[in-house]
């Protein structure tokens, strides 16, 4: 049976070496473009948020290269998220589409039964083996994002997309820890050569959000590219591997993780509003803490989360005197309209730390 | 002078407000409810909220500053978990929050947490939390809770016979109301779903339901079923709703077509709600089944004008009728 996923991101690659290790057949998600879009918006219940649309859109792409499978992560809420593969199913089906539908949701043993299932040949030295190499690629792929977003300041939008696509793809064809190793070092000191004699940058700013926003580029027009290019240093709160383990690992052994972000949002926000929105709140208050210049946060239009979490953000900002821009997105967001508001966002910052330095040598 | 609790006219009003009321007032408070949404009201809500919020979270925003200079507390309580299993929604669990940080000047807000998930005694905290806010003697509270737990059954039997919540409000105080629940058995039949603070709230839901009823139509809601009724249609579900009152509305939806005793459905939503998104096609799909139970959904926003929606339950109707007769 030919299994497919959602696509966030690069999540592909890790995915992709997890269920080839099990030796399931899969059908990669196609990327995300314009036609998942329109897709996703014409099936989808109008008020549904963006991830929804996007996922659903691609869902009906890998269908029709011949999936006969779905899995994806479920959820207990309260964030939309937890509900979306049994709607996906019911309107897919509606749409007279065959295949079955697995959700991996806890408790753990039914997550594993899906696997036994799936997989031909199920052993545990295979899912262990596997699992590890699929999490060493995604902690190299996100470490190399860090890296870009960080050092990869004043570099031009399509330089960073034809560099991270090529290192992408090798990560993909990787096949053991030393290929990895190489790549990461390669990938280092492309962008050290890129970068040097540049300018350094003025800017820091965080970024927080929804995961899905956040990771997938297609979703948030670019946004961390676009920003590097206006000479923007970047920190990214979100990761996934971090939320795995804030969430899956440490909220199946049942102890409290993210402490720290926890305490940070406390003060603001004294629940969890699912989602990401404690962490949207908590990251903030940190970086305000940090001296950042400024936060961006990304939500999909209609995130109930995110939009609990920006109500509280104006008075983070108040407090540590930090500049907020939201950025909500759907489909009619245009790339644009992004890069207006990001450029406007920068030569405000850019103002207020002048202006500081001036009071500062007077 | 006795301690003024404000209460918001709105959310959790529409399903709790009895309770609370008894409560405080047993225990000497004085109990100030703001008054009747208004254009005012969602004006000054839409003002203070951020942008994307739902209708009923701007509305309530506006009910706060409504009561914020009249009360010496604001009481909104922050609903986890009620049933001990489902949750609320999102802007439930952070609307404290969120009204703390919004609103400036506020009096002091009793925000208790109640998360009944983590047991039964979990209530008795929250009681003793909130009444020692008023009193300090145990027996006192604990007596002023069970008249006021007796009390709240009075008002769902209420609701279970058919009047709507402004009704039931009336008959517990002593008050007459004018409706004839006993409709004749040729009328039509008419469930009005959505959320109580919805449904119930005259001006938001330009008084839907007694229109329904001026227009001949028998109303029904979620509140006319009792949990076993809604409970015996989780299993249609493949997985229950996680936001409570989004699962009561869609497992009424089910119950009503299951029995069939209704010619339409109307699922009356929010704009911006979050959850309705998949409340709305569950109700869809589950008519779509039924040839004879007819459909619609009304979304209503701040700028809901009152003809537009009149107009489309006029025509609703008139299709009804009309599939009557064939
Ligand atoms: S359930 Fe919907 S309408 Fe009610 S508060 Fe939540 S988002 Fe708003």
């Known amino acids: 049976m030919k299994v497919t996923f959602p696509q966030m991101g690069s999540l592909n690659i890790p995915l992709e070496t997890l269920l ?62 937890g509900h979306f593969g049994e709607l996906a199913n019911d309107i897919l089906t ?52 860090k890296y870009r977003l960080k050092h990869g300041v004043f570099l031009s939008k399509n330089q960073i997309n034809k560099l991270e696509d090529e290192y992408l793809q090798l990560i993909r064809e990787a096949k053991n820890k030393e290929e990895l190793a190489s790549i990461d070092h390669n990938y280092k000191k492309e962008i050290d050569e890129f970068t040097d004699g540049q300018q350094t940058s003025l800017l820091k700013v965080g970024l927080v959000g929804d995961i899905y926003t956040v990771s997938e580029p297609f979703a948030n027009l670019n946004v ?108 009619h967001a245009s790339a644009t309209g992004v890069q207006t508001r990001l450029e406007a966002f920068v030569d405000l910052l850019t103002q207020k730390k002048n202006l500081n330095k001036k009071t500062f040598l007077n | ?113 109640i998360d009944l998930r983590k047991g039964r005694f979990e209530l008795l905290k929250i009681v003793y939390q909130v009444g020692s806010i008023l009193t300090k003697n145990l027996l006192q509270i604990y007596s002023a809770f069970k008249e006021a737990k007796s009390y709240f059954e009075d008002f769902n039997n209420l609701l279970k016979e058919g009047y709507t919540v402004e009704e039931s409000l009336k008959l517990l105080e002593g008050e007459e109301v004018n409706v004839d629940l006993g409709q004749e058995e040729s009328s039509l039949k008419v469930a009005v779903l959505g959320y109580p603070y919805i449904t119930y709230d005259p001006y938001i839901s330009v008084n839907m339901i007694q229109k329904l009823r001026g227009l001949g139509a028998e109303v029904v809601t979620t509140d006319m079923l009792t949990h076993r009724q809604l409970d015996k249609q989780k299993p249609k579900l493949k ?40 409340v709305d096609k569950l109700l869809e799909l589950a008519a779509k089944d039924k040839e004879d139970i007819a459909f619609m959904t009304l979304t209503i926003d701040e700028h809901t004008g009152e003809a537009g929606i009149v107009t489309r339950l006029e025509a609703f109707v008139d299709m009804l009728n009309l599939r009557r007769k064939h």
């Open chain 1, 94 to 145: 509606d749409l007279g589409y065959e295949f079955e539908l697995y959700i991996l949701e806890p408790p753990v043993k039914s997550i594993v039964d899906i696997f036994v299932k799936l997989s031909p040949n199920f052993n545990w030295v295979q899912v262990i083996k596997s699992l590890r190499f699929a999490w060493k690629k995604l902690i190299l792929i996100e470490e190399i994002k």
């Open chain 1, 224 to 331: 961390s590219k676009r920003l590097n290019e206006l000479g923007v240093a970047i920190d990214r709160a979100v990761f996934v591997s971090k939320w795995v383990k804030d969430n899956l690992i440490c909220g199946a052994l049942n102890i409290s993780s993210n402490r720290k972000v926890i305490k940070a949002a406390k003060r603001y926000l004294q629940e969890g509003v699912g989602g990401l929105g404690l962490e949207t709140v908590g990251e903030t208050v940190l970086y305000g803490e940090q001296g950042y210049d400024g936060v961006i946060q990304l939500a999909p239009f209609g995130c109930m989360p995110e939009i609990v979490a920006k109500s509280l953000l104006t008075e983070v900002e108040r407090d540590f005197g930090l500049p907020v821009l939201t950025l909500t997105l759907d489909e």
């Open chain 2, 239 to 278: 997985k229950d709703l996680f936001w409570t009152f989004s699962g009561e509305v869609v497992k009424a939806g089910y119950h009503y077509c299951e029995t069939g005793e209704i010619d339409g459905l109307i699922h009356v939503t929010a704009f911006g709600c979050g959850p309705d998104f998949m």
């Open chain 2, 1 to 113: 002078m006795s301690v003024r609790i404000g209460i918001p006219k709105t959310l959790s009003y529409y399903v709790y407000y009895p309770l609370w009321e008894k409560f405080f007032t047993e225990l000497g408070a004085e109990v100030v409810v703001s008054q009747n949404t208004s254009r005012r009201i969602v004006d000054d809500g839409v003002k203070e909220t951020v942008n994307d919020a739902c209708v009923p979270i701007k509305l309530f925003h506006g009910h706060v500053l409504n009561l914020k200079d009249k009360v010496d507390y604001i009481f909104i309580p922050r609903l986890v978990s009620v049933n001990g299993e489902q949750i609320y929604c999102p802007k439930f669990l952070g609307l404290p929050d969120m009204i703390k940080s919004t609103l400036r000047g506020l009096p002091e807000v009793i925000a208790p947490k």
């Open chain 1, 20 to 81: 080839q290790g099990l030796n399931i057949e899969i059908v990669s998600p196609p990327p995300l473009t314009k036609r998942t879009l329109n897709l996703g918006v014409k099936y989808s219940p109008e008020s549904a948020c963006l991830p929804f649309k996007l996922v659903l859109g691609n869902f009906i792409e890998a269908l029709e290269l011949g999936a006969e499978a779905i899995i994806m992560a479920g959820g207990n809420g309260p964030c939309r998220f």
